[in-house]
């Protein structure tokens, strides 16, 4: 397995790849858990090389946000990707990868308005800055996004759509721990009482998705069992419970063409997020 | 000579062509003239296959401007891209091109503060966005853009570099009328008097950076030069006369680092816009 620290280096290894040779791409800002390797596994199976990007992109934190503590345990991240057959680690230094004139960005309008956009000012801005420079350096045929990040997922997506970048995107369904919980590097930083407790966002989301299963289309009941079941495990804050359309990301009354039920909560200082898809 | 509609049409073209054959690229908006074929030559001698794209972007014209009359006299333009030894042309339909849900826009903070950027709102973010996504649809190893619009050439050439975009950024001479006048599309719009008094605007340009060229840095003093020139000729309107810095093209007291001197202005309902370096 190649690691690579700088663009040029990377893209000297890529050059020399047959030109038949497709790639897989993962982004990743590392602390890597079972999701992440589920989205390895999905690229390897999809393409011929598989590169996971590794990089804490400090555009998409807000200045409140846990950039500086956020973990960054790279040999153990290295040893997983080099256990699950990817060919190569592309982890840039910030300085080198945004140098100090840096003054580009991309945005997808619209989508960004609810959920986590509208608590996170300019991170998915980040986010979609970030990702359009890494897909011009890694040039991969196929990228995988986890669907815990939905949000991050559909808005770029949609980005990719627009600007025409000639790759396969992969939403991969969320991995979680047995009882549930959405696999995140920052479920590193819960405490094991705030762990059994964050399980039911998941619970809330399962009930809800259930009785829409049932016939229940109706946003406000399906919002009141989701966050029932939140309520009930004492968090410290929920930032939203939300159930938008899939193709606006916007609240719905009635939950009937594709959907989302989503969730962001505080136990702690550590923000969750989760969600369902209902199609 | 190909001619490509469609996004799906051009692709299956440029992924039948070996992978070390290499493609130059002109963007366009038609209307072609001496100042695109200059870049078509230089695209020529940079690279194997000669791509350009020919789209009247609407996403670059403001309100009030000429979105709707802007010449697209497409025969005359593809007998002349024939004639210079093109290998294919792209004219999407502006509808193909951008879905109704399109979303997605890209900005360089800053270069766009000053000069065509501060009458244009939004100009530049059209620009960006159109040319991002062409090149994620033609994937050159050479660009070539003119430096008559050299707003336009640096903020995209920094968005190049931000985004790690892989190719050769050309900006290209400015090639004249032999009166000295700036070729552009937007000349057909003039009357033979206004033509005839638009060449003060080179004229102007070319006695400020002689006075440069002899020790003259004070940007008044040389912007003073300019628009004696350009007020003589009386002008419908001066948009701006300015000195910048290549670096920021943002306005400057001395010009003594990489310099730019640049005008634009009205005659009649036309806009022209020209400029000098100073190295």
Same mark, same amino acid.
């Given at each position: 397995?190649?690691?690579?620290?700088?663009?040029?280096?990377?893209?000297?290894?890529?050059? @020399?790849?047959?030109?038949?040779?497709?790639?897989?791409?993962?982004?990743?800002?590392?602390?890597?858990?079972?999701?992440?390797?589920?989205?390895?596994?999905?690229?390897?199976?999809?393409?011929?090389? +598989?590169?996971?990007?590794?990089?804490? $992109?400090?555009?998409?934190?807000?200045?409140?946000?846990?950039?500086?503590?956020?973990?960054?345990?790279?040999?153990?991240?290295?040893?997983? %990707? *080099?256990?699950?057959?990817?060919?190569?680690?592309?982890?840039?230094?910030?300085?080198?990868?945004?140098?100090? &004139?840096?003054?580009?960005? %991309?945005?997808?309008?619209?989508? &960004?308005?609810?959920? %986590?956009?509208?608590?996170?000012?300019?991170?998915?801005?980040?986010? %979609? +800055?970030?990702?359009?420079?890494?897909? $011009?350096?890694?040039?991969?045929?196929?990228?995988?996004?986890?669907?815990?990040?939905?949000?991050?997922?559909?808005?770029?997506?949609?980005?990719?759509? &627009?600007?025409?970048?000639?790759?396969?995107?992969?939403?991969?369904?969320?991995?979680?721990?047995?009882?549930?919980?959405?696999?995140?590097?920052?479920?590193?930083?819960? @405490?094991? &009482?705030?762990?059994?407790?964050? +399980?039911?966002?998941?619970?809330?989301?399962?009930?809800?998705?259930?009785?829409?299963?049932?016939?229940?289309?109706?946003?406000?009941?399906?919002?009141?069992?989701?966050?029932?079941?939140?309520?009930?495990?004492?968090?410290?804050?929920?930032?939203?419970?939300?159930?938008?359309?899939?193709?606006?990301?916007?609240?719905?009354? *009635?939950?009937?063409?594709?959907?989302?039920?989503?969730?962001?909560?505080?136990?702690?200082?550590?923000?969750?997020?989760?969600?369902?898809?209902?199609?």
């Amino acid at each position: 397995m190649e690691v690579f620290k700088t663009v040029a280096g990377y893209r000297t290894w890529r050059n @020399s790849l047959p030109a038949n040779r497709t790639v897989g791409f993962a982004p990743t800002m590392g602390a890597l858990h079972a999701g992440h390797m589920r989205l390895v596994e999905v690229a390897r199976k999809l393409a011929d090389e +598989t590169v996971v990007s590794i990089f804490v $992109n400090p555009l998409q934190f807000g200045p409140a946000e846990d950039f500086s503590r956020y973990p960054r345990p790279f040999e153990t991240d290295s040893a997983l %990707c *080099r256990a699950a057959g990817v060919s190569a680690i592309f982890a840039p230094e910030p300085g080198d990868f945004y140098p100090s &004139d840096f003054s580009t960005h %991309c945005d997808v309008d619209g989508l &960004d308005q609810h959920l %986590c956009g509208a608590s996170r000012p300019d991170h998915f801005r980040g986010v %979609c +800055t970030v990702v359009l420079k890494l897909f $011009n350096i890694i040039q991969p045929q196929v990228a995988c996004f986890g669907q815990k990040d939905i949000q991050q997922a559909l808005i770029l997506r949609r980005m990719v759509e &627009d600007l025409s970048l000639n790759l396969d995107f992969q939403i991969v369904e969320t991995v979680r721990e047995s009882s549930g919980l959405a696999m995140s590097s920052r479920n590193a930083y819960l @405490s094991d &009482d705030e762990k059994m407790r964050a +399980t039911a966002i998941y619970k809330g989301l399962t009930q809800a998705k259930a009785a829409w299963a049932q016939g229940e289309k109706d946003a406000t009941v399906l919002k009141r069992i989701i966050r029932a079941s939140i309520d009930a495990a004492q968090p410290t804050r929920v930032d939203y419970v939300e159930a938008v359309s899939q193709a606006r990301l916007a609240p719905i009354d *009635r939950v009937e063409g594709p959907s989302v039920l989503a969730a962001a909560v505080y136990f702690g200082k550590t923000r969750l997020i989760d969600n369902l898809l209902l199609n």
